[in-house]
């Protein structure tokens, strides 16, 4: 088994897809989790190209987020689309990175994505609130490579 399978079980990556399904209900943003075993690069730079790879930049209002981790590299990234970054502050992400960030320093890894993903939720929905026409526009599940 890979790092990437042995990372979290299935309730804990079902934990993670209702977290998403969740924070979702309140936003027309669009939220993902990515997992692999290492960037091989830049954090960001590799959230950005799986970004594109899973065509998150298709989204309607352009307000798709990735939290990305690479698991033995030890590091993650949050990757917004050009729609949030229009017009969120640039230190917009920091709270959901700490979240996160808080969470792994303690192994706790499904709980860091659990609470990111809800706090990414609530900043979302400050900008891209829920839409009484809003459909979901990506897959609530979590990628692997």
Same mark, same amino acid.
């Given at each position: 088994?890979?790092?990437?399978? %042995?990372?979290?079980?299935?309730? !804990? @990556?079902?934990?993670?897809? =209702? /977290?998403? $399904?969740? *924070?979702? #209900?309140?936003?027309?943003? %669009?939220?993902?989790?990515?997992? !692999? @075993?290492?960037?091989?690069? =830049? /954090?960001? $730079?590799? *959230?950005? #190209? ?96």
């Amino acid at each position: 088994m890979s790092k990437v399978e %042995e990372f979290l079980s299935a309730e !804990e @990556e079902q934990d993670i897809i =209702d /977290a998403i $399904k969740n *924070a979702e #209900k309140n936003t027309s943003g %669009e939220i993902r989790v990515h997992i !692999e @075993e290492t960037s091989k690069t =830049d /954090a960001y $730079k590799r *959230a950005m #190209k799986v970004f594109h790879y899973l065509k998150m930049d298709e989204t309607k209002l352009q307000n798709a987020v990735l939290i990305y981790v690479a698991i033995a590299d030890k590091t993650f990234a949050i990757y917004g689309d050009k729609g949030i970054n229009e017009v969120v502050s640039e230190n917009f992400w920091n709270t959901t990175r700490d979240v996160i960030q808080q969470h792994f320093k303690s192994g706790n890894f499904k709980q860091g994505l659990v609470e990111g993903i809800n706090e990414a939720g609530i900043q979302l929905k400050t900008y891209f609130p829920w839409l009484q026409d809003d459909t979901n526009e990506l897959s609530d599940e979590i990628s692997k490579l």
